[in-house]
């Protein structure tokens, strides 16, 4: 081995005279020999080529004339495709190296790769990409190259991608297409992938976002126009007016996007405290994940119902695929997929963490005991509700819980305490929050779990409204929870309840709810929680009267498209109410 190396630093010794030893110059110095330019190209300058989708792997060739190294180095070649005018070709479309090694007078490419070359180059289908090639010849340190003009017309259909990603810096990844958030591929009804994708996930106004074909370039990418819900290859960012979580669907068929605000997912049915009169809403931890912790009183079913911002109450519900464990599906898309559903059944009682994972490999549910929780407190025989320190009622006791018997209404800055004894002077409970406090204050039944602990202290009202109250001993907790009443307004003739408008009514202490809204002649309207309160007219036609919770009929009573002044007040158990429409 010695001997070998003194035989090379000999060998470069006496060279030096000529030519440098280094790595860099190993052969001649640079500049003491030439590189030609490959000569005769083909296709010709300005050629068209049709891509033709129904013999998708024909092949492309290029050729050319050898290019000469004047010193008889060896000579390698590689074909670059990039956009017309373009001379650098510094991130070309697509690269070709051609045979052996680098060395042949060709290379080829099936019109099929060079037609996904151009689709994720943002050409788009059935449509001229006029372009530039050039055949790069190389040789040592040196590169020429000789370029042509060509343009390809592409297949008539544009490729759609078996995957998506969201990324940008409206999303939960901030913009780092390496972690770009997944979308889930929806079945269609034969149980095989669909052209259809959704995410659920977090998005922030202001900013925004766009879908690719992968977590990273090149990709196919989507985004916007000036149209709402149409999907652009190589469009517009998208953005969204509130910051919020909601579900994304993608129509890569018919090239469409929707945006669901959801406002909250909650749990409805039997387990939860007021069973399907009642619901527990669920809080958004990231990552498509919506979890809470809740008090399952009794068995039976549930499922999970968006509240979203169209107030399309019980259009969004997700129940258990049937023969599965805990995979659940949306009630409206079972049919378009295939698959039966049910409500999620609960043979448990206790406090209970329930999460709904909705991210794309997921779609499951989970609902496992809660350890952590507050220690029961022991069930008194009798519980009093005060409100400003005067006892306003004794609560229905039921097992462990304590219910008042109506809705009661309450005004901000009044003080609620609970007592064993009707003076006041037996053991007392209290909570650390405020009746009324709230992050959705607009949904149709607000409902709220706090832990109670024994001991003095008054509860503080933040907010009118009427109010209901049950007070869970064995899991220590009070819930309370009120009623917003919207009127729901739509064209039944033209059979438009879908596009119906829903306004919101504002709370008047007591028992009263107002708002002036635009109305159209000849609509039908009813006053809604929906749908625990439906209050039908006992006169359609009139313009004040009464009406009844879950009776009556529709509303016509509106014969002039105006604005008009709508005023209600119920009875304190929702039952019958009366109503008064003025127009202004």
Known sequence: MKKLLKYIALVCIVATALISCSTENNLQPEGLWELSKPSNITPNDGTLINLNESTPNEDIIFNWDAAESSAGYIVTYQVVIDTAGTEAFDTPLLVLVSGNGGRALSASVTHEVMDEALSL??????????????VVASSINKKTNTINS??????????IPEKLFIS??????????????????LNNAEGNASNIHEIYTSLTAGNSFKLYSEQSLPALIY???SEEGELVKSGAPITVPEDGQYRIKVDLDNNTYSLLKIERWNVKGSPIIGGWGSDEPLEYVGGGIWQATMDFVETGGFLFRADVNNGGYWDYLLKRVVGTPNTVIMESDAANQGVSFEDIPSEETGKM???????????????????????????????????????????TKDGDVFNNSNYLALQ????????????????????????????????????????MSEGTGNITVERDQAYGFSIDFANAKLQWDYYNIFLFHWDEINQKWDDRNEYLLTYEHPYQFSGTVA??????????SPWDNDFGADDPAALSGGMTNKGGTNFRNITNDGDYLVRIEVTNDYSTGTYQFVQQ
């Open 121 to 134: 180059g943002g050409y788009p289908a059935n449509e001229n990409a006029e372009l530039s090639w050039a």
């Open 150 to 159: 060509i343009t390809m017309n592409r297949f008539e259909n544009e490729i």
């Open 168 to 185: 940008g810096t409206a999303t939960e990844n901030n913009g780092n297409l390496s972690e770009a958030i997944a979308l889930r591929r």
């Open 223 to 225: 985004g916007g126009n």
């Open 353 to 395: 963490i329930v999460t709904l994972n909705l991210s794309a490999d997921a779609y499951t549910y989970t609902i496992e005991k809660d350890q952590s929780g507050p220690d029961p407190i022991e069930t008194p025989d009798t519980l009093f509700l005060f409100v400003n320190d005067n006892m306003v009622e004794e609560m």
């Open 412 to 451: 901000n800055g009044d003080n609620i305490s609970l007592n064993t004894a009707s003076d006041g002077n037996g053991k007392s409970y209290t909570i650390l929050t405020n009746i009324g406090a709230t992050d959705t204050p607009d949904v149709s039944r607000v409902m709220v779990n706090s832990n």
């Open 519 to 528: 109305l159209s002649a000849n609509f039908d309207m009813k006053f809604f």
